[in-house]
């Protein structure tokens, strides 16, 4: 099993910037990638980046690309976004994938074994 923890949510102004973390444990060298995903209220999960843990190749969502950036540092993935906007609010998943799958998989939800708790991103003057 892998457990994921998020933090760094919170609030923010239009335009600001908050760091995101997924502080993975347990069984990490069974991962083939750790997404982020987003859902605001009464709306479904949305992919928004992931990372492939052995080559680290990163995928965007058309919605975030040029705003964020997916990384890792060791067990940590971490999700830096910048010029946020009221449209990226909501609560933010990360979830790791534990079968290897092609690599357009990683965009949707399916791909993926194990989530977080989620971590809540508010984006308010």
């Known amino acids: 099993q892998v457990q994921l923890v998020e933090s760094g949510g919170g609030l923010v102004q239009p335009g600001g910037s908050l760091r995101l973390s997924c502080a993975a444990s347990?069984?990490?060298?069974?991962?083939?990638?750790v997404g982020w995903f987003r859902q605001a209220p009464g709306k479904e999960r949305d992919f928004v980046a992931a990372i492939s843990w052995s080559v680290g190749g990163t995928y965007y969502a058309d919605s975030v690309k040029d705003r964020f950036t997916i990384s890792r540092d060791d067990n940590t993935v971490y999700l830096d976004m910048n010029s946020l906007k009221r449209e990226d609010a909501g609560a933010y998943y990360c979830a790791a994938a534990t079968l290897s799958r092609p690599d357009e998989t990683w965009l949707s939800t399916y791909a993926y074994d194990y989530w977080g708790q989620g971590t809540q991103v508010t984006v308010s003057p």
């Open positions: 347990g069984r990490t060298s069974s991962t083939y990638a």
